[in-house]
């Protein structure tokens, strides 16, 4: 493994370290800011909504600035969206939260490129590899993230400040390792040529699918649970906890995902995570104590983890320098965008229907991917004969 992706694992860890919080903590925190439990979710709609903004703008900004100062840029960002939250909470303004997370997406955006910044770094046959590397730094980020936000929950008057004000110190953290660290330098592909949906073959709309509908639907379930289980009288700690198992759901498998994908291919791989995420809203189902709650958010991680390693690996194999680009960005825009709008979706289907009917959504949704999914390989196939 190339000594960049181990760097930016480390980095991977505490980007993941510091929005763990926000996941822990965000819709709770919303609903006692919000003037109505409606926008309970509103302020993550800005962290989902500032990092699909970015993405359009990450290809120039890269190619002008570099992996480095970009990477530089957005940890800075999340230094100042922690202390702006915790602002926010001591001033008891809604307003002011939803700032610090459009200043959280900005850390997401650049945090984004992480993983492709590993991939630019080792040859075609390792790329999935130093992805799966670099995603594996959110293993650490689920032991630890958590941990850190529940004992500093309550470490000043008000409830929920030390947990953000950890969290800008973990981005703060990132900075002199972004700063010394061997990252590879992006390539400057300015194209002028313009973006044509023909360059979307099938191979590229597939690997958005995954990346999209695997990380929209995970979103939608991760967003409600803390509110599912706040109604069902669990504590704020409880929330950190099942978010602590989703988090290594979602990147202790990097440690083997890469490797399945050698053996068996991106598309196999992720194709398995639609059915292990459904897998894990079926389990969702069954449940309401702890230990469900605990169990379905850890199996939807593991589903998540599959289809978007699977999903990325697939946009780093387009040989083209330029439309591999140009697709990345595409990539994570639509699968922000999509984010964003569940973001905000999230807390009114909860306070409007209920945990069982945002987690029927979700596996109707990943049933329609596999239907589409297997009847393109089914026209493919008569194609073929």
């Not at 840029?73 to 702006?84: F, K, N, P, R, Y």
């Not at 660290?181 to 995954?210: G, Y």
Request: overall charge positive.
């Amino acid at each position: 493994m190339s000594y960049s992706a181990i760097i930016l694992g480390l980095c991977q860890f505490l980007f993941m370290a510091a929005v763990a919080v926000g996941i822990a903590f965000n819709a709770l925190v919303g609903k006692e800011l919000a003037p109505s439990p409606l926008l309970a979710t509103f302020p993550f709609l800005f962290i989902m909504g500032s990092t699909a903004m970015l993405t359009l703008l990450m290809p120039k900004l890269l190619a002008r600035l570099g992996y480095r100062r970009v990477f530089l840029l957005g940890s800075a960002a999340g230094l100042v969206a922690g202390l702006v939250a915790a602002m926010a909470i001591w001033l008891h303004s809604f307003n002011l939260f939803c700032v610090a997370g459009f200043c959280m997406g900005l850390y997401q955006a650049s945090a984004m490129y992480y993983r492709f910044a590993a991939a630019d770094a080792v040859d075609t046959q390792h790329k999935g590899s130093a992805i799966a590397w670099v995603l594996s730094g959110g293993i650490l980020a689920a032991l630890a993230g958590p941990m850190i936000g529940s004992n500093s929950l309550h470490f000043f008057s008000v409830d929920y400040i030390g947990a953000y004000v950890a969290s800008s110190l973990l981005a703060l953290l990132a900075l002199p390792l972004l700063l010394f660290a061997p990252i590879p330098a992006r390539q400057a592909v300015l194209n002028t040529q313009k973006f044509q949906l023909k360059d979307i073959n099938r191979s590229a709309l597939t690997a958005m699918l995954f990346c999209t509908s695997g990380y929209a639907m995970m979103a939608m379930v991760m967003l409600a649970c803390p509110l599912a289980m706040a109604s069902c009288g669990y504590h704020a700690a409880d929330a950190a906890s099942v978010i602590q198992w989703h988090l290594l759901g979602m990147f202790a498998p990097s440690l083997l995902t890469g490797k399945f994908i050698t053996r068996f291919g991106a598309q196999k791989i992720a194709l398995i995570g639609v059915g292990i995420l459904m897998s894990g809203c079926l389990l969702a189902l069954a449940g309401q104590t702890l230990i469900f709650f605990h169990f379905a958010l850890l199996v939807i991680g593991v589903g998540w983890n599959f289809m978007y390693i699977g999903g990325s690996t697939l946009l780093t194999q387009i040989p083209d320098a330029a439309q591999r680009s140009r697709l990345q960005a595409i990539n994570e825009f639509i699968t922000f965008t999509c984010v964003t709008i569940i973001s905000g979706l999230s807390g009114w289907l909860f306070a409007l229907l209920s945990w069982n009917s945002i987690l029927y959504i979700a596996i109707t949704l990943l049933l329609a991917v596999m239907a589409y999914l297997a009847l393109g390989w089914l026209f493919e196939k008569k194609l073929t004969h």
